[in-house]
Structures are given as C-alpha cells and as structure tokens.
C-alpha cells in the first residue's frame, strides 16, 4: 500500500512539474535571450576578489536551486570554494503533501550536473563574510521543506536577501528562477 501511495505522488509531482514548465515556457526562452538552457553571459570575477553564483541544476523532478561561492586568488584561480543548498532529507515527493526535514549542505549532484543557469556577482570582502555567515547560521539550525511554501529556491531568496538584491517569487522552476534573478538585478 505505502509504495502504491509513493508511485502515485511521484507520478502527481512529476505531472505538475511538467505542467509547470508548460506554463513557463515562454517566459523561460524570454529570460535565456534565445538560448534553451543556459544564460549566456557569466561574469568574471576579478583576480584576488570574492563571488557568488545563485546556480540551477536538473533534479528528478523540476530542478533545484544552490549557490556556490568562494575567493579566486591573484592569478585568477579559485582558491576557495563553498556550496550549499535546501536540501530535503527525506523522499522529495513527501514534501508535497507536507513538510519534511532538510538541511542547509552540499549535494552531490550540485557537482555531478551542469547548471542549466548562472547568475554570477563579484563579493566585496564585507558581502563575502556577510553570505559566508548567514549560509553557517543557516546550517547550524533545523529547516523544513515544501515543494510549495519552502523549496531550495526560498533557500536562494533568503541568501540574495542578505546582498540586497531584488528577488522573484519562489514558485518558479529554478532555472526561470535564477535567469529572473539576473534580470532584476542586473549589475
């Protein structure tokens, strides 16, 4: 009965996943200038300075929002580098009918998986330790996630918030989450 019951909130999920990105579709082609997935242009960070990248990925379902930041020393070279995401602790699926528990960390697919969108700002040192310090506050205490009311995109929203960026809704698939993002806070 309980694999029954998963099978068809998986299957829920993914229907709604995919009418999502239906329904978004043309605002996404909209946000990527022309180009499917990935928004074009990256800014480069300068040497001996800090960043940030709020970064989409695909996932089982819609895909999932994280950020990676770090320093790049004198040469050009990152030399320090951080990720860290709303990670569900449990089955994604339950988090559609209620809320479950999850944790601010690394996920492996954060590495295995090109981003299918880039949002990259250089850090003053002063906006660096500001981030570096709400992501440790974030991970030292319990979070719950929804897929509704408290997703990995709310986790971005939370960290642009301490930038003073702009920031669009949460009920967005990541990848039209992070390229509105870009276009509300172009630099």
Request: glycine share 6%; proline share 6%; hydrophobic share 45%.
């Amino acid at each position: 009965m309980e694999r029954s019951v998963r099978r068809v909130a998986s299957a829920l999920l993914r229907v709604g996943a995919v009418a999502i990105s239906l329904i978004v579709s043309p605002l996404h082609s909209a946000l990527a200038g022309g180009q499917p997935q990935i928004y074009a242009r990256v800014e480069s960070v300068a040497p001996g300075s800090y960043f940030i990248d709020f970064r989409a990925r695909p996932s089982s379902y819609i895909g999932h929002t994280f950020i990676v930041y770090g320093r790049v020393d004198a040469d050009g070279r990152v030399a320090e580098l951080h990720y860290a995401g709303l990670i569900p602790e449990r089955e994604a699926w339950e988090g559609l009918f209620v809320p479950i528990e999850a944790s601010v960390r690394q996920y492996k697919d954060d590495t295995k998986y090109l981003p299918t969108a880039i949002y990259r700002i250089q850090l003053s040192p002063a906006e660096y330790q500001r981030v570096a310090r709400r992501v440790r506050l974030l991970q030292a205490n319990e979070h719950l996630w929804h897929v509704i009311f408290q997703n990995c995109n709310s986790f971005a929203i939370d960290i642009a918030g301490v930038l003073g960026l702009g920031r669009p809704p949460s009920l967005l698939p990541p990848s039209v989450w992070v390229g509105m993002l870009r276009a509300l806070n172009q630099r």
